[in-house]
Structures are given as structure tokens and as C-alpha cells.
């Protein structure tokens, strides 16, 4: 949709054009759940790589009800025991196994993506904060932090001889729709990648980098800040923190092209 597009919001079905249907970062907050995104094509009409997303949101409404269901429901006294046969058919989540266990919702925004490889364009990120609960499932209250990170990093000081790395789903990272496409892309062209933390020691062999999401697809890294200690960090207000930073090119390396 376009960023004049009104905002529509569809319930079990129910569509409704209301004037007052909230932005998807106040709706996200205010119901808490299972969610996915992504974008659409075809003047809208087409949401993309729709059934790795139907299947992403199955397995994490599947994650959230067995470690905490109260992420899901807002009481645990509200799931009887009978709900639990249903979810044993939740990869159908077009079916009616779903129906009568979740309310589904769909929220269609205007987003207007920023251009691909454009000067000035670049993501700059900063290393701060703990890790996610439940890192495996996307759950709504990652509106904001639903980024997944990639580095080309040279194997030493030949740059011909590279690797992309990216953190293992081990580790707890989201298993991300664009992060998978990712692997099978490089798989696909022969291009070196291991599932491992890209560490921060290593950062002077780093030649690019650049994050993926559902929404913004892939966006080149323009610089990384990770505090010079972490030493009380968490009561620090953020202009308090001395950083250290890595540069990388305003523009996209030949990797993330």
C-alpha cells in the first residue's frame, strides 16, 4: 500500500475501514500475541513469501503457547485444557483448527520502503540492551527490534577469501522469512556463509554489512557502535555511554549488492 493509503483492519475475517483503526505499533502493543509482516506487491494485492510468513506465524504461536501462554491469552485462567488438542493442527492456520482459539488479525498501512543502495540510506546500529524472551517466536512486543544482522567478513587479511556470517538460530535469534532467503541466496550462488555470532573482536575484517526485514527486504550498514564497557551500562542514559564505532561504505559492498 501506499503511505497515503488508509489504514484497514481485518478480525477473524471482519473487515473495518474505521478512521480511528490505530498504527500497527500502537496495535501491536495494545494486543499481545503472535505476529508476522510483510510487504505486498502487485498494487497491493499480493502479500510477499505468504506462506513461509502463514508458516513463521504457526510455529510461533506454537513456541509462545507452550513456554508462556499468557503471551498469547492475557489470563492463563481463559485456556481450558481443549484448547490444546486444537493447536495440534495450527500449521493449517487457514483451516478451522485455529478458529475458536486466537482472534486473527490483519492490519494494511501505507509504508513507503527506503530506496535500495541510496547515499545516506544505511542502517546505524548500536549494540546495547539484553536478549530477546522467547527468541525463537515472534511475538508482538518486537514491533521494534525485529532486525536480523549480517557481516562479509574477510577469513584474513586477503580479501578475496570472505565469508558472510550471520548468528544461528542457537543462539536466539528470530528464524526470520528475508534471513532464510538470505542463506539459500548464498547457498545457491556459491557464496561462502556460516551460521555463527559475528564477533565483535573480529570487527577490522568486516567489509560490509547489512540487516533484513520483512518491510525494509535488505538495507546496507553504514556504521556499529558497541560501548567501550559494559560496566553499568543498563543505568546510563544513552548520550552518557562512550561508544566505540565501526565505518563501513556509505554505499552497498559487492556481497550485499
Known amino acids: ?31 499481545p500475541g503472535a505476529y508476522t509482516t510483510t510487504r505486498t506487491h502487485n498494487n497491493s494485492s499480493c502479500p510477499m513469501f505468504w506462506e513461509r510468513h502463514l508458516q513463521r506465524l504457526a510455529n510461533s504461536a506454537r513456541i509462545l503457547f507452550d513456554s508462556n501462554s499468557q503471551l498469547l491469552f492475557k489470563s492463563a485462567d481463559v485456556i481450558p485444557s481443549l484448547l490444546t488438542p486444537k493447536l495440534s493442527g495450527i500449521e493449517d492456520v487457514s483451516g478451522s483448527s485455529i478458529g475458536g482459539v486466537f482472534d486473527v488479525y490483519a492490519h494494511f498501512s501505507g509504508y ?43 577469513k584474513d ?5 570472505f565469508e558472510v556470517q550471520t548468528a544461528p538460530i542457537s543462539d536466539g535469534v528470530l528464524p526470520g522469512v528475508i534471513r532464510q532467503l538470505v542463506i539459500e541466496v548464498c547457498i545457491s550462488k ?10 565483535w573482536s573480529e570487527h ?8 533484513t526485514s520483512s518491510l525494509r527486504v535488505l538495507q546496507h550498514v553504514e556504521s556499529i557502535q558497541v560501548p567501550r564497557t559494559w560496566e553499568l551500562h543498563g543505568s546510563k542514559c544513552w548520550d552518557e555511554i562512550a561508544w ?5 561504505e556509505e554505499s ?3 556481497i550485499t549488492k
Open 1 to 31: 500500500m501506499t503511505s497515503t493509503s488508509p489504514r484497514i483492519l481485518s478480525c477473524n475475517g471482519v473487515v473495518s475501514y474505521s478512521s480511528e483503526t490505530p498504527s500497527v505499533s500502537t496495535f501491536l502493543q495494545t494486543h
Open 112 to 154: 513507503t520502503p527506503l530506496a535500495f543502495g541510496v547515499r545516506g540510506n544505511g542502517a546505524h546500529l548500536a549494540v546495547v540492551g539484553r536478549g530477546r524472551d522467547v527468541a525463537e517466536a515472534k511475538y508482538s512486543d518486537w514491533v521494534r527490534l525485529c532486525h536480523k544482522f549480517f557481516v562479509v567478513c574477510r
Open 157 to 161: 587479511n586477503s580479501a578475496a577469501d
Open 190 to 199: 556459491g557464496i561462502p556463509l556460516r551460521e555463527v555470532a559475528p564477533s
Open 204 to 211: 577490522e575484517l568486516w567489509e560490509e554489512a547489512f540487516i
Open 244 to 248: 566505540k564505532e565501526k565505518q563501513f
Open 252 to 254: 552497498p559492498g559487492m
